[in-house]
């Protein structure tokens, strides 16, 4: 697995392509005083120009809770069908922004607040990425597997894929 670490645009581009084709990742925050994150499985709504990220959640979650307290957070996205991972930590900020709650408000949202749109408990969460790191595979998964047990039979060292730093 080769090197490359992306700066900038050009690491706010990989982030943005990354979340957008794995849509949903746990969102991992923590008490202050507790051992161990408190994950959930969020879709994300947007990743803006900057690498913000932006999802709606409730007020009545204990992601919600925790974010009152320590507003540090994690975010892991997982596509196992290419082989491909984002880790991004961040600082979460929490709103009740109407114009973001219009543009992000859809069906699958509706299903979450049984008051619809004008639920009070929906909330906007915007992460603002302050380090991410990405494993990215060249191809796709059976082409990888393929080189995995070339490589052990052969021992040739074949490039897999990349893996590095998105320095935002």
Same mark, same amino acid.
């Given at each position: 697995m080769s090197t490359e670490n992306l700066h900038h645009r050009e690491?706010?581009?990989?982030l943005k392509a990354m979340i957008d084709k794995i849509d949903?990742?746990?969102?991992?925050?923590?008490?202050?005083?507790?051992?161990y994150v408190y994950a959930i499985p969020m879709s994300r709504q947007e990743v803006d120009d900057e690498g913000n990220i932006w999802?709606?959640?409730s007020s009545d979650s204990d992601s919600f809770q925790n974010l009152q307290k320590n507003d540090k957070v994690s975010? %892991?996205?997982s596509d196992t069908r290419d082989y491909n991972f984002l880790s991004v930590n961040g600082v979460a900020e929490v709103s009740r922004d109407e114009a973001r709650i219009d543009k992000y408000w859809n069906k699958m949202i509706a299903a979450w607040f049984e008051q619809g749109r004008a639920d009070q408990r929906i909330r906007v969460l915007k992460v603002v990425p302050k380090?991410?790191?990405y494993w990215d595979n060249k191809t796709n998964? %059976?082409?990888t597997i393929l080189k995995v047990a070339v490589s052990a039979v052969s021992g040739a060292k074949l490039d897999i894929g990349r893996e590095g730093d998105l320095n935002l």
């Open positions: 690491a706010i581009d990989k949903i990742g746990m969102l991992c925050s923590r008490l202050t005083d507790d051992d999802f709606l959640f975010l %892991l996205f380090e991410a790191h998964k %059976l082409v």
